[in-house]
Protein backbone atom coordinates (compact mmCIF):
# COMPACT_ATOMS: atom_id res chain seq x y z
CA UNK A 1 0.00 0.00 0.00
CA UNK A 2 0.84 3.25 -0.57
CA UNK A 3 0.29 5.50 2.50
CA UNK A 4 0.23 9.67 2.35
CA UNK A 5 1.05 11.38 6.10
CA UNK A 6 0.65 15.16 6.08
CA UNK A 7 2.63 16.27 8.77
CA UNK A 8 4.41 13.01 8.55
CA UNK A 9 7.56 14.82 10.24
CA UNK A 10 5.56 15.71 12.91
CA UNK A 11 5.85 13.63 16.48
CA UNK A 12 2.58 11.61 15.58
CA UNK A 13 3.30 11.74 12.00
CA UNK A 14 6.25 10.47 12.49
CA UNK A 15 5.74 7.38 14.15
CA UNK A 16 2.69 6.43 12.11
CA UNK A 17 5.56 6.30 8.81
CA UNK A 18 7.91 4.16 11.27
CA UNK A 19 4.88 1.86 11.96
CA UNK A 20 3.97 2.04 7.85
CA UNK A 21 7.60 1.33 7.14
CA UNK A 22 8.17 -1.51 9.17
CA UNK A 23 4.96 -3.23 8.07
CA UNK A 24 6.48 -3.04 5.04
CA UNK A 25 4.24 -0.74 2.89
CA UNK A 26 5.20 2.74 0.87
CA UNK A 27 5.26 6.31 2.82
CA UNK A 28 5.18 9.73 1.49
CA UNK A 29 5.67 12.49 3.93
CA UNK A 30 4.35 16.24 3.15
CA UNK A 31 5.78 18.31 5.93
CA UNK A 32 6.36 22.03 6.09
CA UNK A 33 8.57 21.83 9.37
CA UNK A 34 7.02 24.42 11.41
CA UNK A 35 6.36 22.20 14.32
CA UNK A 36 7.84 19.01 12.95
CA UNK A 37 11.41 18.71 12.57
CA UNK A 38 14.10 16.29 10.14
CA UNK A 39 15.11 15.20 13.27
CA UNK A 40 12.10 12.82 13.57
CA UNK A 41 12.51 11.37 10.07
CA UNK A 42 15.82 11.33 9.90
CA UNK A 43 16.10 7.51 10.57
CA UNK A 44 13.93 7.10 7.42
CA UNK A 45 15.67 9.79 5.18
CA UNK A 46 17.47 6.66 3.14
CA UNK A 47 15.25 4.24 3.03
CA UNK A 48 13.95 3.13 -0.42
CA UNK A 49 10.41 2.69 0.71
CA UNK A 50 10.13 5.98 2.25
CA UNK A 51 9.80 9.43 0.40
CA UNK A 52 9.69 13.13 2.04
CA UNK A 53 8.29 16.27 0.26
CA UNK A 54 9.30 19.72 2.58
CA UNK A 55 5.86 21.80 1.47
CA UNK A 56 2.80 22.89 2.55
CA UNK A 57 -0.01 21.00 1.78
CA UNK A 58 -1.55 24.70 0.76
CA UNK A 59 0.50 24.10 -2.03
CA UNK A 60 -1.98 22.59 -4.59
CA UNK A 61 -0.20 21.10 -7.45
CA UNK A 62 2.36 19.19 -4.95
CA UNK A 63 -0.10 17.98 -2.59
CA UNK A 64 -2.26 16.84 -5.98
CA UNK A 65 0.70 14.98 -7.09
CA UNK A 66 1.41 12.98 -3.47
CA UNK A 67 -2.66 12.57 -3.30
CA UNK A 68 -2.75 10.58 -6.68
CA UNK A 69 0.48 8.74 -5.98
CA UNK A 70 -1.21 7.21 -2.77
CA UNK A 71 -3.98 5.00 -1.93
CA UNK A 72 -5.06 6.46 1.38
CA UNK A 73 -4.24 9.53 3.19
CA UNK A 74 -3.61 11.01 6.97
CA UNK A 75 -4.49 14.24 7.54
CA UNK A 76 -2.12 15.28 10.67
CA UNK A 77 -0.50 18.24 9.09
CA UNK A 78 -2.44 21.17 11.73
CA UNK A 79 -1.10 24.02 14.03
CA UNK A 80 -0.91 22.06 17.52
CA UNK A 81 -0.17 23.12 20.91
CA UNK A 82 -1.98 25.26 23.19
CA UNK A 83 0.69 27.69 23.44
CA UNK A 84 1.38 28.23 19.74
CA UNK A 85 -2.46 28.58 19.51
CA UNK A 86 -2.54 31.39 21.91
CA UNK A 87 0.45 33.15 20.61
CA UNK A 88 -0.36 32.86 16.52
CA UNK A 89 -4.65 32.37 15.99
CA UNK A 90 -4.20 33.71 12.48
CA UNK A 91 -1.68 30.65 11.53
CA UNK A 92 -3.88 28.27 13.69
CA UNK A 93 -7.31 28.76 12.07
CA UNK A 94 -5.30 29.12 8.44
CA UNK A 95 -3.31 26.19 8.78
CA UNK A 96 -6.66 24.15 9.96
CA UNK A 97 -9.45 24.86 8.06
CA UNK A 98 -7.41 25.80 4.41
CA UNK A 99 -5.10 22.39 4.56
CA UNK A 100 -8.37 20.31 5.26
CA UNK A 101 -9.91 21.87 2.42
CA UNK A 102 -7.30 21.76 -0.24
CA UNK A 103 -6.64 17.82 1.16
CA UNK A 104 -10.29 16.50 1.29
CA UNK A 105 -10.93 18.32 -2.19
CA UNK A 106 -8.12 16.76 -4.12
CA UNK A 107 -8.37 13.66 -2.45
CA UNK A 108 -12.59 13.61 -3.18
CA UNK A 109 -11.16 14.16 -7.35
CA UNK A 110 -10.14 10.83 -6.71
CA UNK A 111 -12.32 9.21 -4.07
CA UNK A 112 -8.91 8.16 -2.32
CA UNK A 113 -9.58 7.52 2.01
CA UNK A 114 -8.90 10.10 3.90
CA UNK A 115 -8.55 10.06 7.95
CA UNK A 116 -8.37 13.41 9.49
CA UNK A 117 -6.83 13.72 12.88
CA UNK A 118 -8.92 16.28 14.85
CA UNK A 119 -8.82 16.82 18.60
CA UNK A 120 -10.04 16.11 22.20
CA UNK A 121 -10.19 19.77 22.46
CA UNK A 122 -13.42 19.77 20.58
CA UNK A 123 -15.29 19.08 23.60
CA UNK A 124 -14.16 22.34 24.91
CA UNK A 125 -15.84 23.11 28.26
CA UNK A 126 -17.95 20.35 28.48
CA UNK A 127 -18.54 18.53 31.65
CA UNK A 128 -20.25 15.66 30.42
CA UNK A 129 -17.34 13.14 31.51
CA UNK A 130 -15.98 10.85 30.09
CA UNK A 131 -16.70 12.51 26.45
CA UNK A 132 -18.56 10.70 24.22
CA UNK A 133 -18.35 11.21 20.19
CA UNK A 134 -21.91 12.00 19.66
CA UNK A 135 -21.93 14.58 22.82
CA UNK A 136 -22.26 17.93 23.04
CA UNK A 137 -19.21 20.14 21.98
CA UNK A 138 -18.80 23.11 24.48
CA UNK A 139 -16.69 26.18 23.29
CA UNK A 140 -15.77 29.44 25.26
CA UNK A 141 -16.06 33.23 23.56
CA UNK A 142 -14.49 34.26 20.30
CA UNK A 143 -12.34 36.49 22.33
CA UNK A 144 -10.62 33.99 23.85
CA UNK A 145 -8.03 32.86 21.13
CA UNK A 146 -7.47 29.31 22.30
CA UNK A 147 -11.22 28.20 21.40
CA UNK A 148 -10.22 29.00 17.57
CA UNK A 149 -8.11 25.88 17.66
CA UNK A 150 -11.22 23.36 19.21
CA UNK A 151 -13.86 25.57 16.30
CA UNK A 152 -10.85 24.97 13.43
CA UNK A 153 -11.21 21.34 14.21
CA UNK A 154 -14.74 21.16 14.26
CA UNK A 155 -15.02 23.07 10.88
CA UNK A 156 -12.74 20.10 9.78
CA UNK A 157 -14.85 17.60 11.16
CA UNK A 158 -17.73 19.18 9.52
CA UNK A 159 -16.17 19.35 6.37
CA UNK A 160 -15.00 15.64 6.28
CA UNK A 161 -18.47 13.99 7.10
CA UNK A 162 -20.28 16.49 4.57
CA UNK A 163 -17.78 15.05 1.95
CA UNK A 164 -18.44 11.44 3.13
CA UNK A 165 -22.23 11.69 3.25
CA UNK A 166 -22.54 14.61 -0.18
CA UNK A 167 -19.90 13.49 -2.47
CA UNK A 168 -18.99 9.75 -1.16
CA UNK A 169 -15.54 10.58 -0.52
CA UNK A 170 -14.81 8.19 2.46
CA UNK A 171 -13.45 9.63 5.25
CA UNK A 172 -12.82 8.72 9.01
CA UNK A 173 -12.67 11.50 12.10
CA UNK A 174 -10.22 10.68 15.09
CA UNK A 175 -10.27 12.91 18.18
CA UNK A 176 -6.80 12.40 19.84
CA UNK A 177 -6.77 12.94 23.38
CA UNK A 178 -3.42 14.11 24.99
CA UNK A 179 -0.78 12.01 22.76
CA UNK A 180 3.20 11.68 24.68
CA UNK A 181 6.25 10.00 23.73
CA UNK A 182 9.36 10.30 22.35
CA UNK A 183 10.03 12.95 20.03
CA UNK A 184 7.20 14.84 21.62
CA UNK A 185 8.60 18.40 22.48
CA UNK A 186 7.62 21.23 25.02
CA UNK A 187 8.50 24.28 22.58
CA UNK A 188 4.55 24.42 22.10
CA UNK A 189 3.81 23.64 25.39
CA UNK A 190 3.05 19.72 26.05
CA UNK A 191 3.07 19.31 29.68
CA UNK A 192 5.08 16.11 29.93
CA UNK A 193 8.10 16.90 27.35
CA UNK A 194 7.99 20.12 29.70
CA UNK A 195 7.98 18.70 32.79
CA UNK A 196 10.73 16.40 32.08
CA UNK A 197 12.92 18.77 30.44
CA UNK A 198 12.44 20.85 33.85
CA UNK A 199 13.22 17.32 36.08
CA UNK A 200 16.29 16.42 34.20
CA UNK A 201 17.41 20.15 34.20
CA UNK A 202 16.62 20.54 37.93
CA UNK A 203 14.70 23.72 37.12
CA UNK A 204 11.24 24.34 38.80
CA UNK A 205 8.65 22.16 37.61
CA UNK A 206 5.85 24.71 36.67
CA UNK A 207 2.03 23.79 37.36
CA UNK A 208 -0.26 26.18 36.27
CA UNK A 209 -3.42 27.02 37.90
CA UNK A 210 -3.39 24.87 40.86
CA UNK A 211 -3.04 21.71 39.53
CA UNK A 212 -6.16 19.93 40.11
CA UNK A 213 -7.33 19.73 36.62
CA UNK A 214 -6.67 16.67 35.00
CA UNK A 215 -5.73 14.57 32.03
CA UNK A 216 -5.10 11.00 30.53
CA UNK A 217 -2.13 10.66 28.43
CA UNK A 218 -1.88 8.23 25.25
CA UNK A 219 1.04 6.20 24.47
CA UNK A 220 1.87 7.28 21.07
CA UNK A 221 2.72 4.13 19.78
CA UNK A 222 -0.53 2.71 21.22
CA UNK A 223 -2.53 5.38 19.57
CA UNK A 224 -0.60 4.53 16.19
CA UNK A 225 -1.91 1.31 16.18
CA UNK A 226 -5.60 2.59 16.60
CA UNK A 227 -5.22 4.84 13.51
CA UNK A 228 -4.22 2.44 11.09
CA UNK A 229 -6.77 -0.22 12.15
CA UNK A 230 -9.33 2.43 11.99
CA UNK A 231 -7.85 3.26 8.31
CA UNK A 232 -8.11 -1.04 7.35
CA UNK A 233 -11.65 -0.99 8.30
CA UNK A 234 -14.76 0.13 6.01
CA UNK A 235 -16.77 0.06 9.22
CA UNK A 236 -15.07 2.88 9.97
CA UNK A 237 -16.18 5.30 7.57
CA UNK A 238 -18.30 8.52 8.14
CA UNK A 239 -17.95 8.32 11.79
CA UNK A 240 -15.60 9.86 14.90
CA UNK A 241 -13.73 7.99 17.31
CA UNK A 242 -12.06 9.09 20.63
CA UNK A 243 -8.48 7.55 21.15
CA UNK A 244 -6.40 8.00 23.59
CA UNK A 245 -5.84 6.43 27.20
CA UNK A 246 -8.55 6.90 29.67
CA UNK A 247 -6.52 6.41 32.67
CA UNK A 248 -7.11 10.12 34.61
CA UNK A 249 -4.28 11.85 36.56
CA UNK A 250 -3.92 15.99 37.94
CA UNK A 251 -1.50 17.71 36.69
CA UNK A 252 0.08 18.11 40.58
CA UNK A 253 0.26 14.21 40.72
CA UNK A 254 1.41 14.39 37.23
CA UNK A 255 4.03 16.85 38.05
CA UNK A 256 5.00 14.92 41.38
CA UNK A 257 5.36 11.45 39.86
CA UNK A 258 7.98 12.88 37.04
CA UNK A 259 10.21 13.96 40.00
CA UNK A 260 10.19 10.83 41.38
CA UNK A 261 10.79 9.00 38.03
CA UNK A 262 13.81 11.58 37.38
CA UNK A 263 15.04 11.30 41.05
CA UNK A 264 14.91 15.21 40.74
CA UNK A 265 15.31 17.96 43.09
CA UNK A 266 13.67 20.33 40.91
CA UNK A 267 10.84 21.77 43.38
CA UNK A 268 7.38 22.34 42.01
CA UNK A 269 5.88 25.62 41.26
CA UNK A 270 2.67 27.19 40.70
CA UNK A 271 2.12 29.56 37.87
CA UNK A 272 -1.03 31.29 37.29
CA UNK A 273 -3.06 30.55 34.07
CA UNK A 274 -3.12 34.15 32.88
CA UNK A 275 1.01 34.34 33.48
CA UNK A 276 1.46 30.84 31.59
CA UNK A 277 -0.86 31.55 28.31
CA UNK A 278 -3.15 35.14 28.61
CA UNK A 279 -5.16 37.05 30.63
CA UNK A 280 -7.97 35.14 31.07
CA UNK A 281 -6.87 31.71 29.70
CA UNK A 282 -9.97 29.18 30.23
CA UNK A 283 -8.56 25.82 30.76
CA UNK A 284 -10.83 22.28 31.01
CA UNK A 285 -11.13 21.07 34.65
CA UNK A 286 -10.90 17.34 33.13
CA UNK A 287 -10.35 15.78 29.84
CA UNK A 288 -11.42 11.75 29.92
CA UNK A 289 -12.52 10.07 27.01
CA UNK A 290 -15.10 7.23 26.20
CA UNK A 291 -12.92 5.09 24.23
CA UNK A 292 -16.03 2.10 23.96
CA UNK A 293 -16.80 2.68 20.12
CA UNK A 294 -13.24 2.68 19.20
CA UNK A 295 -12.67 -0.48 20.97
CA UNK A 296 -15.51 -2.27 19.97
CA UNK A 297 -15.03 -1.59 16.15
CA UNK A 298 -11.12 -2.21 16.28
CA UNK A 299 -10.65 -3.74 19.74
CA UNK A 300 -8.35 -1.05 20.53
CA UNK A 301 -7.20 -0.72 24.33
CA UNK A 302 -4.14 1.59 26.07
CA UNK A 303 -1.58 -0.92 26.16
CA UNK A 304 1.41 1.26 27.51
CA UNK A 305 1.23 2.45 31.90
CA UNK A 306 1.98 6.54 32.54
CA UNK A 307 5.07 4.94 33.93
CA UNK A 308 6.16 3.44 30.56
CA UNK A 309 5.42 6.58 28.80
CA UNK A 310 7.29 8.80 31.35
CA UNK A 311 10.18 6.57 31.61
CA UNK A 312 10.45 6.61 27.17
CA UNK A 313 10.22 10.35 27.32
CA UNK A 314 13.03 10.41 29.70
CA UNK A 315 15.28 8.24 27.86
CA UNK A 316 14.37 9.92 24.70
CA UNK A 317 15.59 13.49 26.34
CA UNK A 318 18.35 11.83 27.67
CA UNK A 319 19.56 10.43 24.50
CA UNK A 320 18.80 13.59 22.81
CA UNK A 321 20.91 15.75 24.99
CA UNK A 322 24.42 13.24 24.13
CA UNK A 323 23.23 13.18 20.67
N1 LIG B 1 0.47 22.49 31.97
C1 LIG B 1 1.19 22.79 33.13
N2 LIG B 1 2.48 23.17 33.00
C2 LIG B 1 3.13 23.24 31.79
C3 LIG B 1 2.40 22.92 30.62
C4 LIG B 1 1.07 22.54 30.75
O1 LIG B 1 0.65 22.73 34.24
O2 LIG B 1 4.33 23.59 31.77
C5 LIG B 1 -0.95 22.05 32.11
C6 LIG B 1 -1.93 22.78 31.18
O3 LIG B 1 -2.37 24.00 31.75
C7 LIG B 1 -3.04 21.76 31.08
C8 LIG B 1 -2.30 20.41 31.16
O4 LIG B 1 -1.03 20.71 31.75
O5 LIG B 1 -3.93 21.85 32.16
C9 LIG B 1 -2.08 19.76 29.80
O6 LIG B 1 -1.49 20.72 28.94
P1 LIG B 1 -1.03 20.41 27.46
O7 LIG B 1 -0.63 21.71 26.82
O8 LIG B 1 -0.02 19.31 27.46
O9 LIG B 1 -2.32 19.82 26.75
P2 LIG B 1 -3.87 20.30 26.75
O10 LIG B 1 -4.56 19.24 27.51
O11 LIG B 1 -3.97 21.65 27.38
O12 LIG B 1 -4.21 20.31 25.31
Known amino acids: MRVLITGGAGFIGSHLSDAYIQRGDEVYVIDDLSTGTIENIQHLKRHPRFHYTIDTVHNHPVTAELIDQCDVIFHLAAAVGVKLIVESPVRTIETNV ?11 KKKKKVLIASTSEVYGLSSDVPFREDGNLVMGATTKGRWS ?5 AIDE ?5 YWREKKLPTIIVRLFNTVGPRQTGQYGMVIPTFVKQALAGRPITVYGDGQQSRCFGYVGDVVGALIKLMENSDAVGQVFNIGSNAEISILKLAQRVKEITHSDSEIVFVPYDEAYEEGFEDMPRRVPDISKVSELVGFRPEMSLDGILESVVDYQIGRRHR
Open 158 to 162: FLALA
Open 149 to 153: YACSK
Open 98 to 108: RGTEVVLSIAN
